[in-house]
């Protein structure tokens, strides 16, 4: 794996970046409306709040997105400026699986913008777009293989899950800065109580495509794809543990009013964020770098 890693030039690590950026930002502007939608216990100006992060980071994903697209010309013309610009291999990377998925992503991200309409209607076509953005990762990658539906529905739980789980971050840390205890600790366990079916399926999932990937194999263990899944699956495994440690310790703490428990959450909600970062970032490798086969 670390002859792999070393092997990375300055086009495979921009690639890397900015397919973080593009997933991260996405599926925070459709967790925020799917926290939005879920959650009740927060606040008008809570639900403000998330409109504007999923506006402006639907904003950003978009832009990512679309420079996916030059970015693998680019790659495909030896990592040379040039290929960026090259009409006849945009066109190409456009019909292909690639740009599939931007296009269904755009789609999405446009679809959340309607957040914005202060009606149940508004709040329909955004979630729809949310679900629809999260949908535009079984587009392309592994998932088109054999059994394509079954792998694209289990990338697309996946994503909504885990955009569902990254959502919450924001509200819970701004409630928190503000040293609302009573709503912060309601607000963590509405969460914490709607977040076990979240849990479950992002736990079946990935073992099913652990199965399907064929990572669970030695052989596999000892590739460079069987040991970035393995690294991610330690980030999602420590990520479990600090959701744990908030259901069942420092929730309670909060309701209780306990001084100590706002402290110890913002700690654990900033830790939970870098460790979900970092999983974006090993995807990214992953996806970029190495294959299964």
């Not at 978009?62 to 290929?83: E, K, Q």
């Not at 079946?204 to 970035?228: D, E, H, K, N």
Request: proline letters at 3%; aromatic letters at 8%.
């Amino acid at each position: 794996m670390l002859a792999v890693l070393a092997a990375m030039d300055a086009q495979i690590l921009t690639s890397i970046a900015v397919k973080t950026l593009a997933s991260a930002t996405t599926l925070l502007a459709a967790g925020s409306v799917l926290v939005s939608v879920v959650l009740r216990s927060l606040t008008e100006d809570d639900r403000r709040y998330l409109a504007r992060v999923a506006g402006f980071m639907a904003l950003i994903a978009a832009v990512a997105t679309l420079l996916r697209i030059p970015l693998r010309a680019s790659f495909l013309m030896g990592g040379t400026l040039n290929g960026a610009f090259d009409p006849m291999l945009l066109g190409l990377i456009a019909d292909s699986p690639l740009g599939g998925s931007v296009l269904v992503r755009l789609v999405g991200l446009a679809l959340i913008l309607g957040i914005f309409f202060k009606s149940r209607f508004g709040f329909a076509v955004a979630l729809g777009g949310a679900l629809v953005a999260c949908l535009s990762f079984a587009f392309r990658g592994h998932t088109l293989e054999e059994p394509r539906l079954l792998l694209g529905t289990l990338i697309t739980l996946h994503m909504i899950c885990l955009a569902f789980w990254l959502g919450v971050f924001g509200p819970l840390l701004r409630s928190a800065n503000r040293n609302a205890s009573e709503t912060t600790g309601e607000i963590a366990e509405e969460f914490g109580k709607k977040a076990l079916w979240s849990v479950g399926l992002l736990v079946i999932a990935g073992g099913t495509l652990l199965v399907l990937f064929g990572v669970t194999t030695a052989q596999a263990v000892t590739a460079p794809y069987g040991q970035l899944f393995l690294m991610k699956l330690a980030l999602f495994a420590a990520v479990i543990a600090f959701a744990a440690l908030n259901k069942l310790r420092i929730t309670p703490a909060l309701l209780a009013g306990d001084p100590q428990a706002m402290p110890r959450l913002k700690t654990s909600i900033r830790l939970e964020a870098v460790l979900v970062i970092s999983i974006f970032l090993v995807t990214a490798t992953v996806t970029t770098i190495t294959s299964p086969n």
